[in-house]
T-cell receptor
Framework: EAGVTQFPSHSVIEKGQTVTLRCDPI?????LYWYRRVMGKEIKFLLH????????ESGMPNNRFLAERTGGTYSTLKVQPAELEDSGVYFC????????????????FGPGTRLTVL | AQKITQTQPGMFVQEKEAVTLDCTYD???????LFWYKQPSSGEMIFLIY??????QNATEGRYSLNFQKARKSANLVISASQLGDSAMYFC????????????FGSGTRLSIRP
């Protein structure tokens, strides 16, 4: 079974440009999450999709970030325009359940996209 | 406020020794789960072990065990007989079932195993 995949693995862009990150969750996982880790800081939650609906987007830093999950399969995270402080690693995760009583809510992570904004 | 604290930014351990990575958490929710993830240099996040707040016994997965002390709000990871391949970043994380979504991560501990 394929795991969570993310594309690209690395992206280097200039300030002001637009970048779109893609995440393909594990097949059959309705829950999809975006997280990011900026340099030297904790991994922070960005948002959570259940199928194509945004369940929780409380972690999105500002309106330069737009996440979509059309059709409830893969998701994209667009940053427009990118700023220097957006540099970091963006992780996507998916899960089959959200936790008790149906399960642990374990989230399976992708390898991340390393974004560098110059 | 919900928070995960990992007080060891880095650790060096001799190969074959046991190592304990510290993790304390803060939440007022009665229902939560605790995870440990390993992040090798390649960058992917690998699930290691899970402990539910209502679980009576400490979780174990092969060489990994979670020393869960609920009253102290600690969830330390114990790796027995460390191997060179254990060198990586380790993250303690908490999921709150009342919020049904996000995982809260600690800042991580970089573990280096010496041959």
């Amino acid at each position: 079974e394929a795991g969570v995949t993310q594309f690209p693995s690395h992206s280097v862009i200039e300030k002001g440009q637009t970048v779109t990150l893609r995440c393909d969750p594990i097949s059959g996982h309705d829950n999809l999450y975006w997280y990011r880790r900026v340099m030297g800081k904790e991994i922070k939650f960005l948002l959570h999709f259940v199928k194509e609906s945004k369940q929780d987007e409380s972690g999105m830093p500002n309106n330069r970030f737009l996440a979509e999950r059309t059709g409830g399969t893969y998701s994209t995270l667009k940053v427009q325009p990118a700023e220097l402080e957006d540099s970091g690693v963006y992780f996507c995760a998916s899960s089959q359940d959200i936790g008790r009583p149906s399960g642990s809510g374990e989230q399976f992570f992708g390898p991340g996209t390393r974004l560098t904004v110059l | 406020a919900q928070k995960i604290t990992q007080t060891q930014p880095g650790m060096f351990v001799q190969e074959k020794e046991a190592v304990t990575l510290d993790c304390t958490y803060d939440t007022s929710d009665p229902s939560y789960g605790l995870f440990w993830y390993k992040q090798p240099s390649s960058g992917e996040m690998i699930f290691l072990i899970y402990q539910g707040s209502y679980d009576q016994q400490n979780a174990t997965e092969g060489r990994y065990s979670l020393n869960f002390q609920k009253a102290r709000k600690s969830a330390n990871l114990v790796i027995s007989a460390s191997q060179l391949g254990d060198s990586a970043m380790y993250f303690c994380a908490m999921i709150l079932y009342s919020s049904a979504s996000k995982i809260i991560f600690g800042s991580g501990t970089r573990l280096s195993i010496r041959p």
